[in-house]
């Protein structure tokens, strides 16, 4: 599904972000990716959603070898990679509804699917009520809520999380963590970067460590951090 292969990234000014990384996440899996600050993290996201492009390697989505391809933000990546940031990043000019509706305008959807499929992902997020509001107008969790309704209305088979609790209460993170939990139920695999170590730690699932741009751990079940869990 997700699959990197000895994959370096060194930026303009001599900065190597990631070294010779080797990685494979397969279709249905939930996965953390975390790391201090400058780890790597963002980087490796940048490489799957081509934003960036690796110094050296392979990097494969589903069986496609997208360092081969040359344009950015590609269609292909657009239709099986939804993306959800830490800042929401929504059009402050549109609804909710109409949010969520320009994810499936801007990849040339049939307006009557876009009629069926809006409603059906702001009722599993529970934003039925909210179709009208404006960004403004919104809770953090609710924004939130409206990113991944807006992620997942094309149903991409993976979606890729960077920190998305980072702006929200313990509690409304929690919520989040539920949504993103009874989506990849649905089979949706979840790559999702984030320093939030208690959700971590309960949610048992794989974990990919990495420090200075190389991966020091890899672990089924894994932890936050096996130095601060074991002292
Ligand atoms: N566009 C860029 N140009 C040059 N260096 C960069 C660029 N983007 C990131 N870096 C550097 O690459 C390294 C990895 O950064 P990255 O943003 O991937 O880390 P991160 O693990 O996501 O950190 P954080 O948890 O703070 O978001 C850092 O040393 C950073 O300064």
Known sequence: MIKFVNVSK???NGVKALVNINLTISKGEFVFLVGPSGAGK????KLILKEEDPT???IYLNDMDITKVKNRRIPYIRRNVGVVFQDFRLLPNKTVYENVAFAMEIIGAHPKDIRRNVP???SMVDLSQKAHCYPHELSGGEHQRVAISRAIVNSPPIL???EPTGNLDP???WEIMKVLRDINRRGTTIL???HAKDIVDVMKKRVIAIEGGRIIRDEEKG?????LSNS
């Open 42 to 45: 963002s980087t490796l996201i």
């Open 192 to 194: 999702m970067a984030t």
């Open 10 to 12: 060194e930026y303009k």
């Open 120 to 122: 059906m992902v702001l």
């Open 171 to 173: 509690d409304t993170a």
């Open 160 to 162: 890729i999380a960077d």
């Open 56 to 58: 050296e390697g392979r």
């Open 223 to 227: 932890v936050y951090e096996h130095e």
